[in-house]
Structures are given as structure tokens and as C-alpha cells.
């Protein structure tokens, strides 16, 4: 699985992105959190091998998530589907 960091000022939460590599939300939350200096992690979804998409399908239904794209998973128990500036915001306390 290829995880790509992104490193920031703002390590206060551990983030992980699970994203598409040509969707307009994803590229959003990303530019989103490098605006605000926030470190995090993420993967490109659609270019990963079908084992690795399967892995990731799980995780997120395991979360009680819906395998949509942005997925965001915040300290590994705050789950954010959608760029929702809102709820991102308060869950990094930014």
C-alpha cells in the first residue's frame, strides 16, 4: 500500500486520508490541510492493487464508515466522510 506523507507544523492528531487521485473533494481536503500546516497521511485509493482497495473497503466499514471518498480517520477513532470543513476543523481543534 503506498502511503504518501505529508508533513506540517500541526502534529497534534495523527490524520489518514484514504482519497481518489482525481476526485475534486479529495484535492480539496488535502489543500485544505496543507493550508493549515496539518501533518497527515494519505492514500490514493484508485491506485492501489485490488488487495489493498479490498484492506481499505474493510477498514472503513469496520469504523462504521461507507467506503466513499474523502475518508478521513482522525487518532484512529474519529471518522470524517466528506470534505465537512466544519467537523474537520473541530476534530483537529484548528
Known sequence: MNVQKVTGRNKAHRVL???????AWCKRTK??????DIEYEYIDVDLCDESDRSKIRSDIMGRGGKPVYP?????????IT????NQ?????SI
Do not use: H, Q, R
Open 82 to 85: 466528506g470534505f465537512l470543513e
Open 31 to 36: 489543500k485544505f490541510l496543507t493550508d493549515n
Open 71 to 79: 475518508t478521513m480517520i482522525i487518532d484512529d477513532n474519529i471518522l
Open 88 to 92: 474537520i476543523k473541530e476534530a483537529l
Open 17 to 23: 486520508l484514504y482519497a481518489l487521485s482525481t476526485c
